[in-house]
């Protein structure tokens, strides 16, 4: 039986290191992505499946950044434009006290929209910016 962990640290949202294009990037306050895969079952004699096909993998992402940081992307995109940055991959890194620190990177990332969001009462302007991606590599 493992005994409780006391004063221990948990990944935080607080220690993760986010760069794109080879930047960190501190105007991030969100970074979302997963990996799909199809999977079926094929069907034979009986009403059991009698085994299971597997398709592709999808990789759905997205990042919300502050106005700031979006305008310094745009100042170097071509044509000041989001959607016609190359394909770049997004590195994003947990780090803990007492845990080894862990990398995931998003590979291929495009951006899919170029635009703002913001309205009366807003302390800060800040937009979700979804992704392509091809993939997601962990490494530990």
Do not use: W
């Amino acid at each position: 039986m493992a005994l409780p962990l006391v004063n221990g640290n948990a990944y935080t949202y607080a220690k993760v290191i986010c760069t794109i294009l080879g930047l960190p990037i501190a105007g991030i306050t969100e970074v979302s992505y997963n990996t799909k895969q199809e999977k079926t079952d094929n069907y034979g004699a009986g009403t059991n499946p009698v085994n299971r096909s597997h398709g592709r993998k999808m990789t759905e992402a997205s990042i919300t950044l502050f106005m700031e940081e979006i305008e310094a992307i745009r100042s170097v995109a071509p044509n000041r434009d989001l959607l016609d940055i190359p394909a770049f991959d997004i590195t994003v890194t947990f780090v803990s006290g007492t845990n080894a620190p862990v990398t995931h990177v998003i590979k291929n990332c495009e951006f899919l929209e170029d635009g703002n969001d913001m309205k009366t009462g807003d302390a800060a302007i800040s937009f979700k910016l979804p992704l392509i991606a091809s993939h997601v590599v962990k490494k530990a």
